[in-house]
């Protein structure tokens, strides 16, 4: 079973900023969280990881919290083509584990 | 640098045939990662492998399903004796080293094998 939770689905106006929440709260020390997406049914495009301090490249910003028990993917300035299933993952055992995911509809 | 190729991207067999899924990781990348999705749900993890090595296959069905990497070509996932019930979208993923708690590591994925079962 995946060790985060995400919400099934959101909404986003295009232009706004896109949060993503996740909750990994057995999340180990050494684990990183890593953030896909997967557009329509293409194969999942990597989006950014991090263990412990934020993180921002070219297509989003993590945030992860203190603890580390929880973190958010912001997506600054959401388009329609941003509209996709994303998925947050940490690793168990030797593998990752994909959840349900949240799947995020940038509307017009 | 190409990605990670995998074919063909769409593949029909009759029930009882055979089903072989090829995945070329990207150049350099000696680790692969097999996925299948079934329509309208998530990814599941199948089989993890290095070259020559399975390393985890704890997703794999028992029966009808292998998996190898070998040290020259592409990794190969084999369906025996195909059910209606395998028709899915099966990705594969690579990395240059096991991912996951690696500060600077992570996959990348093919656009995956469609497979369907008539």
């Known amino acids: 079973d995946a060790k985060t939770t995400q919400p099934p689905s959101m909404d986003c106006a295009e232009g706004r900023a896109a949060n993503l929440p996740c909750n990994h709260s057995?999340?180990?020390?050494?684990?990183?969280v890593y953030w896909y997406r997967q557009i329509h049914s293409q194969g999942p495009q990597y989006i950014i990881h991090?263990?412990?301090n934020n993180e921002t490249n070219e297509m989003a910003s993590l945030i992860i919290t203190e603890d580390r028990k929880s973190s958010t993917l912001i997506l600054p300035h959401a388009t329609l083509r941003d509209t996709a299933v994303y998925y947050c993952?940490?690793?168990?055992?030797?593998?990752?584990?994909f959840g349900p995911g949240t799947r995020l509809s940038v509307l017009p | 640098n190409a990605g990670v190729m995998q074919n063909p991207r769409h593949l029909v067999r009759r029930r009882g045939q055979e089903a072989r899924l090829r995945c070329s990781p990207m150049?350099?990348?000696?680790?692969v990662y097999w996925y299948r999705q079934l329509p309208e749900e998530g990814l599941k993890f199948m089989v993890y492998?290095?070259?020559?090595?399975?390393?985890?296959e704890s997703g794999m069905p028992k029966e009808r399903f292998s998996a190898e990497f070998p040290k020259e070509g592409p990794s190969i996932l084999r369906i025996q004796q195909v059910v209606r019930g395998d028709s899915a979208a099966y990705f594969c993923?690579?990395?240059?080293?096991?991912?996951?708690?690696?500060?600077?590591?992570?996959?990348?994925f093919g656009q995956g094998t469609r497979l369907t079962v008539v």
């Open positions: 993923a690579s990395s240059p080293a096991w991912i996951w708690d690696r500060e600077n590591t992570e996959a990348f």
């Open positions: 057995t999340i180990s020390g050494n684990e990183y």
């Open positions: 991090g263990l412990k």
């Open positions: 993952i940490v690793t168990v055992g030797q593998n990752f584990v």
């Open positions: 150049k350099g990348h000696s680790h």
């Open positions: 492998l290095q070259k020559e090595n399975i390393i985890d």
